[in-house]
Structures are given as C-alpha cells and as structure tokens.
C-alpha cells in the first residue's frame, strides 16, 4: 500500500499541474514582429506605415531633421517606438551611419552618453536595435556599454544580425537584458514579390517556434517593402498569426518589468 502511494504522489501531482499547462496552451496565439528600420531617414513608404493599420514598430535613427518628428507620429498613432542606433560596420560609406554613430574608437564612457543622446533625440523608445554596426557588434566594450545603458534605461534589444559574432545576446543575457535576434530581412532584395516571399518566411518561422521577428525598411526600399507587406496581411490572417509590437514577443514578466514604469 506504502509503495502504491508512493507511485501514486507523483502522479497526482502531475495530473494536477494540468489545468495550468492547458491555460498556457490556450494563450499560445501566433505572434510576430515587423520592425521597420531607418525612420528618422529616408522618407520614402513613412506616411504608408504610420499611417497604416499594420501594428509595426517604427526603429527611428536618432540625431537626424525627422528623428522627432516620426518618433512623436509613430506614438500618436499608436505604434511602438525604438532607438535604431547607428554603428560602425567593417564595411560601408561613412555617410551611411548619419550623425553621432557608435564607433570603435569610442572610451565606454562615450559610447555610455552617446547612446543616452540617442534616446533623447529619439522621444517614447522602449527598445532598440542596431543600424549596419558589423564591426561594432562585435565589441565586447562598445556592447557593454549599450546594453548597460538599456538596462538603467529599461529598453529591451533586438540584435539585428549584421554580424553572427554579435556581442549583444552573451552580454544581454549575463546583464539580464531582455533581447530578441532577428529572423528575417524583408527588403534585402528591393521587389514587392521578394518582400512577400520574405513574408511567408516569417509566418513558417512563426509557425515553427511561435513567434517571428522581420526586418524591413523605409527609405529608397521603403514603398517596395510597405507594399509587399500590405498584401500579405490576408495570409497572416488566414494562418491565424497576429502581427504585435516586438515588445509583446518577450515574456509577459520582463514585458511588465520594462515597460511599466
Ligand atoms: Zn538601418
């Protein structure tokens, strides 16, 4: 009889976490994220976006004539705001990075306070995500630097993959900062149909680990994208995958930690 109920304890117990788990499973809706690099930039596709009825989340480069005024656009409207923080690549035009970049050749402390400017040049950010910055991702120091800042800050961090040598997801999680890595780019081929084939990756990624995480663009590319993803829409509705901000693709509690002040 003793060793019945030992046998039996577990299984009770096991039974009786099931209810939780079948809640859990009920709240497993589909999500994922299009954040559009660049605001700040071009403008090319910003007015489709902003305002647009797909709940994308605007990644506004700071220091430049529009970094204001597409940040406070973006949050009347209702959409998530990052900082799109500019960083050195190993390759590339100088002019590409605009003003202030994040450099190499920067001390900790510099890099520190350039970011803080950032997110002042860049109002309601609750994120941010690198522009280009191959060379700097790579930078134990200059990521330390940042992701202390987003940490005193509260800003999660989507890497975006401009190097697979990214200091940013060893650093994020030894700090315990919440960071989500890019899946896919959208517009790396500038075709409405390249951006939709883009698209229907995202959705099978999404399908396969239950959330997704794309990158698109405005600018030069910026209509071409907004349009493929426009009509794409009806195939993430019929797929049942709901597009958020990339906010809500991190668990509620660190959700709740960093956002609510
Ligand atoms: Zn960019």
Redesign the pocket.
């Known amino acids: 009889m003793k060793r019945f109920a030992l046998i039996l304890i577990p299984f009770l117990l096991l039974t009786m976490q099931t209810p939780a788990s079948a809640e859990k499973n009920n709240d497993k809706q589909l999500k994922a994220a299009i954040i559009i690099?660049?605001f700040g930039?071009g403008t090319g596709g910003v007015r489709d976006f902003l305002e647009g009825d797909i709940p994308i989340t605007a990644?506004v480069?700071p220091f430049t004539e529009h970094s204001k005024e597409h940040a406070e656009w973006a949050h009347k409207n209702g959409f998530e705001v990052m900082v799109?923080l500019?960083m050195q690549p190993k390759k590339g035009k100088r002019s590409w990075l605009g003003p202030k970049p994040i450099t190499v050749d920067l001390s900790h402390k510099e890099v520190k306070q350039r970011v803080k400017e950032a997110l002042k040049s860049v109002p309601y950010a609750v994120g941010l995500n690198n522009?280009?910055g191959s060379l700097a991702v790579e930078d134990e120091e200059v990521v330390r630097a940042i992701v202390e800042v987003a940490k005193e800050k509260k800003l999660y961090i989507v890497d975006?993959g401009t190097s697979p040598k990214s200091k940013f997801p060893q650093i994020a999680k030894e700090m315990n900062v919440p960071l989500l890595k890019r899946d896919v780019f959208l517009d790396d081929i500038s075709s409405s149909s390249h951006v939709r084939k883009q698209m229907n990756r995202l959705a099978k990624i999404t399908e396969f680990t239950g959330r997704g995480i794309a990158i698109g663009?405005v600018g030069v590319t910026g209509k071409v994208c907004s349009v493929g993803i426009f009509q794409s829409m009806d195939e993430f509705k019929r797929r049942n995958i709901k597009i958020v901000p990339a906010s809500q693709l991190f668990a509620t509690k660190l959700t709740e930690q960093y956002l609510i002040p």
Do not use: L, Q, R, V
Request: hydrophobic share 25%.
């Open positions: 690099d660049d930039g990644a480069m799109h500019p522009h280009m975006s663009h």
